[in-house]
């Protein structure tokens, strides 16, 4: 009775948000930017206010009474929210390329989620949130066979799920140690002075491991993932860390295309370094168990390196001993035109462990056989994701699939980047190193001030864009992204820019 109850509520939630919303006050774009294809979404932003509007600032001062909210943008109506369009409190309609910085994979109230929401067949799974480690649902495995590891990087057959970034990171930095550990511990067991000094945080048995990262990362903001990032002092500042090599991310010039020589050089630069990094925290007493790295640094600005780069990543961390761990939480899930970022590297044996999260809808990383820790509750945690995100995922897979998505994100990526270059010919004033792979495209404005207002007023004229870096827009649309939107993005991207002093 409850549950029919229930389905019936959901099923009316669903038409209503089927009901496709009148395109009402569209501006005019621009002719090359027409409407190819018959979708669910709406036509075009549609602005009434500046953002934040008034309705936006009243919420802000209700919520600023109860929490922090220095950093909120706007409020927003998910109800109303379409697709690449997000709607906010004043009903301000905005062509999304920034997605929830960078976690929606199929934009907002797609079909199928709804559809997957109102079937009753996952009601349970959606109302029960399992401790996943002692007792999951009877159908988990074949839930993580079609979801996950249907989308398992090569090499890779276990997965662990995890709740967010950081914690997926955070897991998978355990495991590296645990691993590295057990590899020199062989068959023996923990001595007693290991077992007892790890209950007073020292050595042996809090043994003085390191994980490499580097310059300019960010792998999230828990106390091991922050000992990893390096991208902003807010992040940082007053918190104890751990004494860990970072290395030299390499500061390459673009297009990369015409700049090959000089960035074959930086990466070797910044090769040697690493390899310096290791002999030093080895002879310090602090070998490194790990190394940690993102495909393009996107926090840190939207930084590039070459396939080859990451080979020889690859080789310094298997001569040294340590695993090599690929952090996909951003640049995962189909945005860069391939499922992985990694895949664009060309090799079949990529890393030791990839974690994930963000459009990916639930946490966790996939790991080599061998990163397997050798007991329970070693890696655990009370809910070790949520199921009802892999059913999700399963969806979201589906229709990436069903609508060749990795495809379109090639197409639109291109447009965009073509169009980033334009305008970067046209305002060298303004806007230099467009940069991209698949939609996951970046450009520098000309110092901190005008990208962070050159933000403001896209915003106010109907594109959300975000930040990254000290002076970089990142672009980080959602996979439904077509070519009509890049043009619809970069024709009011282009007013911006024109009206800009
Ligand atoms: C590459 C990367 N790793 C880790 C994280 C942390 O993820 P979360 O914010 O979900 O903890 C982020 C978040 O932006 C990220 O971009």
């Given at each position: 009775m409850a549950s029919s109850l229930l389905s019936r509520q959901l099923a009316v939630c669903l038409q209503h948000n089927l009901r496709m919303g009148a395109p009402a006050g569209c501006r005019y774009v621009s002719?090359?930017?027409?409407?190819?294809m018959v979708e669910f979404e709406y036509d075009a932003p549609s602005m009434?206010?500046?953002?934040?509007?008034p309705r936006s600032k009243e919420l802000a001062k209700q919520l600023g009474e109860i929490q922090n909210?220095?950093?909120?943008h706007f409020f927003c109506n998910y109800e109303e929210s379409r697709g690449n369009y997000l709607v906010d409190a004043d009903g301000n309609r905005m062509l999304d390329l920034y997605t929830q910085i960078s976690s929606?994979?199929?934009?907002?109230?797609?079909p199928s989620l709804m559809k997957a929401m109102a079937n009753p067949n996952n009601l349970s799974t959606f109302v029960n949130r399992p401790a996943l480690g002692i007792l999951p649902p009877e159908n988990f495995p074949d839930k993580l066979i079609e979801s996950l590891l249907s989308v398992?990087?090569?090499?890779?057959?276990r997965v662990q799920t995890m709740s967010c970034g950081s914690c997926s990171n955070e897991n998978a930095f355990k495991a590296m140690f645990i691993w590295y550990k057990l590899k020199e511990r062989g068959m023996r067991l923990p001595s007693e002075e290991e077992s007892t000094s790890c209950m007073i945080n020292?050595?042996?048995?809090?043994?003085?491991l390191s994980i490499l990262s580097f310059m300019g990362?960010?792998?999230?903001?828990?106390m091991g993932c922050l000992a990893t990032t390096?991208?902003?002092v807010i992040h940082k500042l007053d918190v104890p860390s751990f004494d860990w090599p970072v290395a030299p991310f390499p500061r390459l010039r673009y297009p990369l295309e015409e700049f090959a020589r000089e960035n074959a050089q930086e990466e070797d630069r910044c090769l040697e370094e690493v390899e310096d990094l290791i002999v030093k925290w080895r002879q310090k007493?602090?070998?490194?168990a790990g190394i940690v790295i993102e495909p393009i640094q996107a926090e840190g600005g939207d930084n590039h390196a070459s396939p080859d780069f990451f080979l020889k990543l690859r080789s310094i961390a298997r001569k040294h001993g340590c695993a090599f761990h690929v952090d996909e939480?951003?640049?995962?899930?189909?945005?860069?035109?391939?499922?992985?970022?990694?895949?664009?590297?060309?090799?079949?044996?990529?890393?030791d462990v990839v974690s994930f999260s963000k459009k990916m809808l639930t946490g966790g990383y996939f790991y080599r056989?061998?990163?397997?820790?050798?007991?329970?509750?070693?890696?655990?945690?009370?809910?070790?994701?949520?199921p009802s995100k892999n059913v999700f995922l399963s969806e979201v897979l589906n229709v990436i699939r069903r609508e060749k998505l990795l495809e379109e994100v090639t197409r639109s990526g291109k447009a965009l980047l073509q169009g980033l270059y334009e305008l970067q010919s046209q305002h060298p004033h303004l806007l230099s190193r467009a940069r991209g792979q698949g939609t996951f495209c970046a450009i520098d404005l000309r110092d901190e001030n005008t990208r962070n207002d050159v933000i403001q007023r896209t915003r106010n004229k109907g594109v959300l864009l975000g930040g990254c870096g000290d002076r970089t827009i990142r672009f980080r649309p959602a996979l439904v992204f077509k070519e009509y939107h890049a043009h619809q993005f970069l024709n009011i991207f282009s007013d911006v820019l024109r009206d800009y002093k």
């Open positions: 002719k090359t930017a027409t409407k190819t009434k206010t500046e953002v934040p509007g909210v220095g950093a909120v929606i994979p199929i934009g907002y109230n797609h398992a990087p090569t090499g890779m057959t020292q050595s042996p048995g809090s043994p003085n990362a960010f792998h999230g903001r828990t390096h991208s902003k007493g602090k070998p490194v939480v951003q640049t995962g899930c189909g945005t860069t035109g391939k499922f992985w970022a990694h895949e664009h590297w060309g090799s079949d044996d990529p890393a056989d061998e990163l397997q820790a050798d007991k329970p509750y070693r890696i655990f945690n009370t809910w070790m994701g949520e």
